[in-house]
């Protein structure tokens, strides 16, 4: 699952990297989180690291670069986004167009690297 959230850190005392890294370990001590974790800043990365195990049987520890197996569950988000995108957005769209009518931009065609 990918979260997004905006913290403000200007209030509290330490680095920004050790506020996150406490933040996300007492998630990870009381057994809500295991995952991946990407903070950027500017486009900058802040923070990359993995907590818990990707495979807790065999204790095989997450890392920064671990890839898990996401299945359907995006479908929602993308849905989700889509409608938001039309409801709020979007007024001249409808669900029956494709979103590539809806906005005004080119298009670049994007190759992994």
Known sequence: MFVTCFLNLNAQTGTQKEL????????????TFNGSVLVAQKGEPLLAE???????????????????????????????????????LLSSCNMHQPLINCFNVVWFEFKAC
């Not at 996150?20 to 057994?31: E, F, M, T």
Request: charged share 15%.
């Open 20 to 31: 996150i890294q406490k933040l996300i370990k007492s998630y990870q001590n009381q057994g």
């Open 50 to 88: 993995g907590y818990g195990y990707s495979n807790l049987e065999l204790q095989v520890e997450n890392t920064s670069s671990t890839k898990f197996m996401i299945g359907s569950i995006t479908k929602i988000f993308t849905a989700t986004t889509v409608m938001k995108l039309t409801a709020y």
